[in-house]
Protein backbone atom coordinates (compact mmCIF):
# COMPACT_ATOMS: atom_id res chain seq x y z
CA UNK A 1 0.00 0.00 0.00
CA UNK A 2 1.08 3.57 -0.59
CA UNK A 3 -0.55 6.83 0.87
CA UNK A 4 -0.01 10.12 -0.25
CA UNK A 5 -0.23 13.50 1.49
CA UNK A 6 -0.54 17.02 -0.60
CA UNK A 7 0.24 20.17 0.56
CA UNK A 8 1.03 23.67 -0.56
CA UNK A 9 -2.36 24.85 -2.10
CA UNK A 10 -4.23 28.18 -1.08
CA UNK A 11 -5.45 31.25 -2.20
CA UNK A 12 -3.19 33.16 -5.29
CA UNK A 13 -4.04 35.90 -7.48
CA UNK A 14 -3.62 35.81 -11.29
CA UNK A 15 -0.36 35.72 -12.20
CA UNK A 16 0.93 34.74 -9.06
CA UNK A 17 2.79 31.01 -8.40
CA UNK A 18 2.05 28.15 -5.73
CA UNK A 19 4.23 24.85 -4.59
CA UNK A 20 2.50 21.47 -4.23
CA UNK A 21 4.08 19.05 -2.07
CA UNK A 22 3.12 15.21 -2.07
CA UNK A 23 4.65 12.95 0.32
CA UNK A 24 4.45 9.33 -0.38
CA UNK A 25 4.57 6.72 2.64
CA UNK A 26 4.09 3.02 3.03
CA UNK A 27 5.64 0.56 0.06
CA UNK A 28 7.33 3.59 -1.65
CA UNK A 29 9.77 1.04 -3.51
CA UNK A 30 7.15 -0.17 -5.44
CA UNK A 31 5.96 3.20 -6.72
CA UNK A 32 6.48 3.25 -10.39
CA UNK A 33 5.23 6.43 -11.30
CA UNK A 34 3.81 9.66 -9.64
CA UNK A 35 1.22 12.40 -11.29
CA UNK A 36 -0.92 15.25 -10.66
CA UNK A 37 -4.49 15.44 -11.92
CA UNK A 38 -6.79 18.46 -11.34
CA UNK A 39 -10.35 18.52 -11.27
CA UNK A 40 -12.26 22.06 -11.38
CA UNK A 41 -15.82 22.14 -10.36
CA UNK A 42 -18.27 20.94 -12.47
CA UNK A 43 -15.33 19.61 -15.00
CA UNK A 44 -13.80 15.75 -15.42
CA UNK A 45 -10.25 14.95 -13.82
CA UNK A 46 -7.61 15.47 -15.81
CA UNK A 47 -4.16 15.28 -16.09
CA UNK A 48 -1.53 17.83 -15.43
CA UNK A 49 2.13 16.17 -15.44
CA UNK A 50 3.53 12.52 -14.59
CA UNK A 51 7.17 11.75 -13.00
CA UNK A 52 8.38 8.05 -13.78
CA UNK A 53 10.48 6.36 -12.03
CA UNK A 54 13.14 6.63 -14.70
CA UNK A 55 13.07 10.28 -14.09
CA UNK A 56 11.18 10.94 -17.59
CA UNK A 57 8.36 13.47 -16.82
CA UNK A 58 5.11 13.93 -19.30
CA UNK A 59 3.39 17.19 -19.39
CA UNK A 60 0.24 17.51 -21.02
CA UNK A 61 -0.04 20.27 -23.64
CA UNK A 62 -2.30 22.84 -21.57
CA UNK A 63 0.08 22.62 -18.97
CA UNK A 64 3.58 23.05 -20.58
CA UNK A 65 5.42 26.12 -19.57
CA UNK A 66 3.76 27.52 -16.60
CA UNK A 67 3.59 24.28 -14.77
CA UNK A 68 6.48 22.15 -13.49
CA UNK A 69 7.61 19.10 -11.90
CA UNK A 70 11.57 19.48 -10.28
CA UNK A 71 14.05 17.05 -11.17
CA UNK A 72 15.86 15.13 -8.72
CA UNK A 73 14.00 15.13 -5.35
CA UNK A 74 13.31 12.10 -3.61
CA UNK A 75 11.32 9.17 -4.80
CA UNK A 76 8.69 9.58 -2.61
CA UNK A 77 8.21 12.76 -2.68
CA UNK A 78 6.65 15.04 -5.58
CA UNK A 79 6.26 18.75 -6.50
CA UNK A 80 4.48 20.99 -8.55
CA UNK A 81 5.85 24.07 -9.38
CA UNK A 82 3.07 26.37 -10.92
CA UNK A 83 3.43 29.76 -12.34
CA UNK A 84 1.74 32.78 -14.17
CA UNK A 85 -1.22 31.14 -12.60
CA UNK A 86 -4.92 31.71 -14.08
CA UNK A 87 -8.55 31.78 -12.62
CA UNK A 88 -9.18 28.30 -14.52
CA UNK A 89 -6.12 26.90 -12.53
CA UNK A 90 -8.36 27.02 -9.77
CA UNK A 91 -9.37 23.23 -8.55
CA UNK A 92 -9.30 21.04 -6.74
CA UNK A 93 -5.18 19.02 -7.13
CA UNK A 94 -4.62 15.40 -6.33
CA UNK A 95 -1.15 13.63 -6.67
CA UNK A 96 -1.37 10.01 -7.62
CA UNK A 97 0.86 7.01 -7.84
CA UNK A 98 1.53 3.63 -9.66
CA UNK A 99 3.28 0.36 -9.13
CA UNK A 100 4.69 -1.50 -11.96
CA UNK A 101 1.96 -4.01 -11.65
CA UNK A 102 -0.72 -1.36 -11.83
CA UNK A 103 -3.07 -0.27 -14.54
CA UNK A 104 -3.91 3.39 -14.23
CA UNK A 105 -3.42 5.31 -10.64
CA UNK A 106 -5.30 3.14 -8.05
CA UNK A 107 -3.42 5.62 -5.05
CA UNK A 108 -4.76 8.77 -4.51
CA UNK A 109 -4.00 11.62 -1.80
CA UNK A 110 -6.65 13.77 -0.62
CA UNK A 111 -6.23 16.64 -2.32
CA UNK A 112 -5.06 20.66 -1.93
CA UNK A 113 -7.49 23.30 -3.30
CA UNK A 114 -5.99 25.68 -4.94
CA UNK A 115 -8.09 28.95 -6.25
CA UNK A 116 -6.78 32.04 -8.61
CA UNK A 117 -8.41 35.11 -8.12
CA UNK A 118 -8.72 37.34 -10.76
Known amino acids: QVQLVESGGGLVQAGGSLRLSCAAS????????MAWHRQAPGKERELVAV???????YYTDAMKGRFTIPRGTAKNLLYLEMNSLKPEDTAMYYC????????????WGQGTQVTVSS
Open 26 to 33: GNIFSINA
Open 96 to 107: AAQRESDYGFPY
Open 51 to 57: RHSSGTI
